[in-house]
């Protein structure tokens, strides 16, 4: 039993604390770390749920070779001689590693480590390839070094806040609640959003841009232009901490030529972008707080920097209160940046095409096979699977079967692959159907390490429950094979804190203040103290031990002339534009509740209750002018695939844009995989593919009838043509479609819901007429499974059917209610779940709003507690109470 053990959360880059525990039944508690400096006692609802996210159910228990278990000295012994013979007939080189932003610190070295200093390969990437690396690209360029400058209270601190590219409300939620306690404190702090979409996290904007998708640089060069011309800038700064100004000037002045020609290009009005510019001339403190929407596009690097080179003509950087602030997608995305975890970087943040770094750290390391400089980057690493120049792969912690884009090449890589291992937690992922060898990992909760979030500070991750079954630590993975290849005494690791120490040991070798990474500090760390070590933001050194706050306060750079540049961004547009065939540009994205490919949320009923099936937003006057109908499944085409989807219409989204998450795979879907669309195009500078824009068409799927199944146990539905399924409360949900009628209803509907032969007790009812067809599993009195069938896309509600799942038995009123398609009692259904943290339904808030005559969020609150405890859902909560009062007053 442990209890109110400190860790962290294992899904944002906010990295919040929390504290963990067990007792004696095996029962999780989770709750918030008053004293982490990332939260504060705050958590999401994702963080809050960890708990659901632990059953065993799924999970990857034992080594296994092509499908079968084997211990784990065979696997070992298995895996090294295959990559032993494969470096020796066709190189290093033939040999990838691709691994994650999931990963502790630890794991992550040690993985660098083996490629870079003893396999004498650079084929290793990560997929925080994916979310981040054109920020750090943009921070090298501009600093010289990927240091992130800024810290959470800068948020708070404050005059002006600017998301753009960041729906921070849904993406970094605790970081977005800090940001509107600061304004409710200081209604003089604003915020600007900068996006297409009108997101949640405009809910607290004073200003709303809906930029056109991709053209943030031009906004941010136009306002260099203004700054520049409006006499706005700092030239003492300008002139004693930065180089290039007039050459990136010159460059934004070409697309900037007047405020009406910016907003023109932007599609935005010109007041508006007027505004925002008078407001970030007049406000010294200004934080810019980008994320995925600047950073995944083919130009992403550049859209990063003309952010930053705002913040440098204006010198807001390395004070309080300003700076470019990057907020990383995955809890470990940073920690992975230390260790060299990208295939263009090496450990410490040294420089891969630096002889002298290269030199520096083999001689650390004592490398024998030193890489000699950068390898592929994610997108060009499964191109070269599939060319068979990389003939033996390894994935770590990560789905890029679902992931990477152009999906339907990277499984056609994987299929061809010679020699495929996964190490993973979870048994069956889109990945882990491709692997010859499985290697079962520990996850969270059960392991121990680093992570380090998007401020740069050092947490860790505690281990309060025991690793089921033979998994292991993905360092003790890497170490054994190490070994197995000959390098055992480079890798005699005996716990994690020997990892951690080496990594800060190397963080200071011959750093002398040339390097910005450096935690020198923590290097021989006692066991002890690294047990108890608290959450600190490097860098760590002897001279500042308890770390530092914000970087650059100094006004030097670790360029080689020590400041800062300006970079010339030229005008770009996505290399694959929408054209007559493919007219709208989809966006993709997260959504509140869902983290990444569903492997942990998917096991929560209460994250699935919000948004429980995949789908695409569109445009309402488009949908009406296309015959599209709220809810009805649609076809989403791109030149690299397709998928099939719920229509969702939003008045506030451009007519050419759709937007899809990117969370639903083939686990959870018959064909909802966002990246199976996505176009392949990266960011030449970054490696980062441009998830944000593939132009797309539309048509509607035409399914003959639609319909959902409910069931205790999870179901096999590829014979249908439509499926998505979810977690519900003791039962799975499943919303289905067809197109074909069959003749025979009972019969489809008996061999979807009883895939076993026994016997069964079913009832049901048929409208031939009407095309309509319920039926009921039954199983000693107690509902089992369920089915509803209809020719239209309305169905009866869910939420009071699911609750018969909460009983033993079934009385006859309820049996009939099953055939009627109606609530036995007069209990009214209380609709999609809106509050994930008290299950509050959105028909509750308005029948609230109606009979009770709740007229704000606070008394919505005080009533329903819906949007009391994370507040993730208070912006839904006010556009439920906005539409309801209107909806009164017509
Ligand atoms: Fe976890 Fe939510 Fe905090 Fe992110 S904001 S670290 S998801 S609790």
Redesign the pocket.
């Known amino acids: 039993m442990s209890n109110n053990v400190k860790t962290t959360?294992p899904?944002?880059g906010?990295?919040?604390g929390i504290l963990a525990g067990l007792d004696e039944t095996g029962k999780v508690s989770i709750k918030a770390d008053p004293d982490h400096p990332a939260?504060f006692g705050r958590?999401?609802s994702?963080?809050a749920a960890l708990a659901d996210s632990l059953s065993m159910e799924g999970r990857l228990l034992y080594p296994e070779i092509e499908g079968t278990p084997h211990s784990w000295d065979n696997v070992l012994d298995y895996v090294a001689d295959k990559f032993r013979d494969v470096i020796e007939k066709h190189g290093p080189d033939a040999l990838g590693f691709y691994v994650s932003g999931q990963l502790l610190t630890e794991d992550y070295y040690v993985a660098n480590k083996l490629m870079k200093g003893f396999i004498g390969s650079a084929n290793i990437d990560t997929n925080s390839r994916l979310c981040m690396s054109s920020a750090v690209a943009a921070y090298k360029r501009a600093f010289g070094s990927d240091s992130v400058p800024c810290a959470y209270e800068d948020l708070e601190r404050a005059k002006l806040v600017i998301l753009t590219g960041s729906n921070t409300a849904w993406c970094?939620?605790?970081l977005y609640q800090r940001v509107v306690k600061a304004k409710k404190e200081n209604p003089d702090l604003m915020v600007v959003v900068i996006d297409p979409r009108k997101t949640p996290s405009c809910d607290i904007a004073d200003l709303h841009l809906a930029i056109k998708p991709g053209a943030d640089h031009r906004l941010f060069n136009g306002l260099l232009v203004h700054l520049h011309d409006a006499q706005e800038s700092n030239p003492l700064f300008v002139n004693h901490h930065t180089e290039g100004l007039d050459a990136a000037l010159a460059c934004a002045r070409e697309q900037a030529a007047s405020i009406e020609q910016v907003a023109a290009s932007c599609a935005l009005a010109a007041d508006d972008v007027r505004r925002f510019y008078k407001l970030f001339a007049r406000t010294e403190r200004v934080v810019t707080v980008f994320s995925q929407g600047i950073n995944q596009w083919s130009y992403g690097t550049d859209n990063a920097n003309s952010i930053i080179n705002c913040h440098l003509l204006t010198g807001r950087i390395g004070r309080p209160g300003m700076g470019p602030f990057s907020l990383t997608g995955q809890p470990n995305a940073m920690g992975g940046r230390e260790v060299g975890g990208l295939a263009n970087q090496l450990a410490a943040h040294m420089d891969i095409n630096s002889a002298a770094d290269r030199d520096r750290v083999q001689r650390f390391w004592r490398a024998p096979n030193m890489v000699q400089g950068e390898g592929l980057k994610a997108v060009d690493m499964f191109r070269a699977v599939a060319d068979g120049k990389i003939r033996a792969l390894w994935i770590m912690a990560t789905n890029p079967a679902v992931s990477l884009p152009d999906n339907a090449q990277v499984r056609e890589a994987l299929k061809k692959c010679e020699f495929v291992v996964v190490s993973d937690c979870v048994r069956k992922t889109d990945t882990t159907q491709f692997a010859n060898v499985l290697l079962p990992a520990r996850t969270w909760g059960e392991r121990d390490g680093a992570v380090t979030n998007s401020e740069r500070r050092i947490s860790r991750q505690r281990a309060f429950i025991p690793a089921p079954g033979q998994a292991r630590a993905d360092w003790w993975i890497i170490s054994a094979v190490a070994k197995r290849l000959g390098f055992a005494e480079a890798f005699a690791y005996q716990e994690p804190v020997d990892i951690f120490n080496e990594h800060a040991a190397l963080s200071g070798f011959e750093n002398n203040g040339q390097r910005d990474f450096d935690i020198s500090a923590l290097a021989g760390l006692t066991d002890a103290e690294y047990e108890h070590f608290q959450p600190r933001q490097w860098p760590l050194t002897a001279e500042q031990p308890d770390g530092v706050t914000r970087m650059f306060s100094d006004g030097r750079f670790f360029t080689e002339s020590g400041r800062a540049q300006f970079i010339a961004v030229a005008a770009s547009q996505p290399v694959n534009p929408p054209d007559a065939e493919y007219p709208l540009q989809l966006n993709s994205g997260r959504v509140r509740d869902h983290w990444h490919t569903l492997t942990r949320t998917g096991k929560s009923a209460r994250l699935s209750a919000h948004i429980y099936e995949p789908f695409v937003e569109l445009n309402s006057e488009y949908a009406k002018k296309n015959y599209i109908s709220e809810g009805e499944l649609l076809c989403v085409r791109s030149r690299w695939g397709s998928a099939v989807v719920r229509a969702r219409l939003r008045e506030d989204l451009a007519p050419g844009s759709v937007f899809m998450p990117i969370h639903w795979n083939d686990q959870f879907a018959s064909d909802a995989r966002v990246d199976a669309l996505v176009n392949p195009e990266t960011d030449p500078v970054s490696g980062q593919p441009e998830f944000k824009h593939t132009p797309v068409q539309i048509e509607t799927y035409a399914a003959n009838w639609y319909g959902f199944v409910l069931s205790r146990r999870r179901l096999e539905m590829q014979q249908l043509d439509y499926w998505a399924c979810s977690k519900g409360k003791n039962l799975w949900r499943y919303e289905i479609a067809g197109k074909g009628m069959p003749e025979d209803w009972a019969g489809c509907a008996r061999r979807l819901l009883c895939q076993t032969a026994e016997k069964v007790e079913w009832i049901e009812f048929f409208d031939k007429g009407q095309s309509r067809y319920r039926a009921a599993r039954i199983e000693d009195g107690r509902l089992e499974s369920c089915i509803f069938i209809g020719p239209e896309v309305t169905l009866p509600d869910r939420e009071w059917l699911s609750k018969l799942f909460a009983s033993d038995s079934l009385d006859d009123k309820e049996r009939g209610s099953l055939l009627t398609g109606r609530p036995a009692s007069a209990e009214e259904d209380s609709g999609r779940i809106v509050c994930s943290c008290f299950g509050v339904g959105i028909k509750t808030i308005e029948k609230g709003i109606r009979e009770q005559g709740l007229q704000s969020v606070e008394a919505i609150g005080e009533a329903l507690r819906a949007g009391t405890n994370c507040g993730s859902c208070v912006p839904e909560i006010k556009a439920i109470l906005f539409s309801s009062i209107n909806q009164q007053q017509k």
Do not use: F, T
């Open positions: 959360c899904y944002c906010v990295g919040c939260n958590l999401c994702k963080g970094h939620p605790v």
